[in-house]
């Protein structure tokens, strides 16, 4: 099955400083790449995702590139602030082939901790 | 008109008893899932249901039973409860046979503690 792998887990930036998180999965099949944020106590959410055919994708001060070649994908997020601050997850999926389902696996998540 | 919703919130109960958490979604999604959060924030899918019908059955124990009465409902069964349970499960819906690339939207989570 799929393996992410996820660092660093702990990532303290000051905050206005850029922040970038790296992934690495292990199935060259999988296709689609989200990221993930998740505040102390709630429900993650979905900030940003990737497909296998995009090489970058930004959305205001978030972006996330994918290297499939190299089986990595890194989220960036640049003029980070305090809100900012939360856990961090990537998560790979495989292709659909139709009449199935499949979930996400995740990596072990990203503490970014965003320092005033 | 909350998209994912799920009861109870915390769920504290004694080793040995047998509970339910239950899921709704009203996204119209056809694929719901089961995410359980460990202590160390390590999220693992458990289950997924598409179309009533179970596709994934991770290698998670026997005590735990995903049921869904329609499409909109994934309710999560455990049975004899042990203290490694406790954990927070997240259900989560997609609409993954409508789109190649579907993104998946998570409930509130319940806390489940087992003592």
């Known amino acids: 099955g799929e393996n992410v792998e996820q660092h660093p887990s702990t990532l303290s930036v000051q905050e206005g400083d850029s922040a970038v998180i790296k992934c690495t999965y292990s199935?060259?099949?999988?296709?689609?790449f989200p990221w993930y944020k998740q505040e102390l106590g709630k429900r993650p959410q979905l900030i940003i995702d990737i497909r296998s055919n995009v090489g970058e994708k930004k959305d205001q001060r978030i972006a996330v590139t994918l290297n499939k070649t190299a089986k990595h994908f890194s989220l960036h997020i640049t003029e980070t602030q305090p809100e900012d601050s939360a856990v961090y997850f990537c998560a790979a999926s495989g292709v659909y082939s139709g009449g199935g389902a499949d979930g996400l696996t995740f990596g072990k998540g990203t503490h970014l901790i965003i320092q005033p | 008109d909350t998209a994912v919703s799920q009861t109870p919130k915390y769920l504290v109960t004694q080793m040995g008893n047998d509970k339910s958490i239950k899921c709704e979604q009203n996204?119209?999604?056809?694929?719901m899932y089961w995410y359980k959060q460990d202590s160390k924030k390590f999220l693992k899918i458990m289950f997924s249901?598409?179309?009533?019908?179970?596709?994934i059955n991770e290698t998670v124990p026997n005590r735990f039973s995903p049921k869904s009465p329609d499409k909109a409902h994934l309710n999560l069964h455990i049975n004899s409860l042990e203290l490694g349970d406790s954990a927070v499960y997240f259900c989560a819906s997609s609409p993954r046979e409508k789109r190649e690339y579907p993104e998946q939207y998570f409930g509130p989570g319940t806390r489940l503690t087992v003592t």
């Open positions: 249901y598409n179309n009533k019908e179970l596709i």
């Open positions: 199935d060259s099949a999988s296709n689609y």
């Open positions: 996204l119209g999604h056809d694929t």
